[in-house]
């Protein structure tokens, strides 16, 4: 069965510094969502992507985010300058179709020190 | 999209079904009923979806009220590797809110 690949699974940063979180969807799939999760707590939703645009952000979403599909195939989320409060499981969901179910990787385990 | 109510937590013995119960009593008639299940440390895994009609896949059965105010997924023969949170999600299928939201779950521990 297709899968939606995500890279690092585990990255160690500073605070401070600037992270890339890497997700390759599956290969008919256009619509793409990060989500992330604090240890003990629920899954958030974080945003949405289609068509090189973002469709939908959260609160947790703000200017230290950024999202981007830069090669047509990986879909990436970037955090500018982290925080200790960005250690989290980030999740990349994609879908064929907004309606249609969609489908998560493994997640990367961010730790911010 | 509708509040769910999910109990915290269920037990199960293997071999037996498992059935897992969600309140959506404020849902519209435009929203789905999806149910999803995250295994430790992994992520969330899609196993059924269904607007009114019973819905069955090679994972479970979902069985939806007649009213719709209410569903219940069934495992219908529970393994150890069935030990996870189920999360019961409602969305609507159309407009622009794509997003899905998560609540605490049901944590389902299957006993051998």
């Known amino acids: 069965e297709p899968e939606v690949t995500q890279t690092p699974s585990h990255q160690v940063t500073q605070m401070g510094q600037e992270v890339i979180l890497r997700c390759v969807p599956i290969?008919?799939?256009?619509?793409f969502y990060w989500y992330r999760q604090i240890l003990g707590q629920k899954v958030e939703f974080l945003v949405s992507f289609y068509n090189n645009e973002i469709s939908e952000k959260s609160e947790i979403f703000d200017d230290q985010f950024s999202v981007e599909r830069p090669d047509g195939s990986n879909f990436t989320l970037k955090i500018r300058s982290t925080k200790l409060e960005d250690s989290a499981m980030y999740f990349c969901?994609?879908?064929?179709?907004?309606?249609?179910?969609?489908?998560f990787g493994d997640g990367t385990r961010l730790s911010i020190l | 999209d509708a509040k769910t109510t999910q109990p915290p937590s269920m037990d199960c013995a293997e071999g037996r079904a498992a059935n897992l119960p969600c309140n959506h009593s404020t849902i519209s008639g435009n929203e789905y009923v999806y149910w999803y299940r995250q295994i430790h440390s992994q992520g969330p895994q899609y196993i059924i979806h269904?607007?009114?009609n019973n819905e069955t896949n090679e994972m479970a059965s979902l069985i939806i009220t007649e009213d719709r105010k209410s569903s219940t997924l069934i495992l219908p023969h529970a393994t150890l590797r069935d030990t996870a949170v189920y999360y019961c999600?409602?969305?609507?299928?159309?407009?622009?809110?794509?997003?899905?939201?998560f609540g605490k779950g049901t944590l389902l521990t299957v006993n051998p």
């Open positions: 969901a994609t879908t064929s179709q907004p309606h249609q179910p969609q489908h």
């Open positions: 290969s008919n799939h256009l619509y």
């Open positions: 999600i409602v969305r609507a299928r159309g407009g622009s809110n794509y997003k899905l939201t």
């Open positions: 269904g607007l009114k």
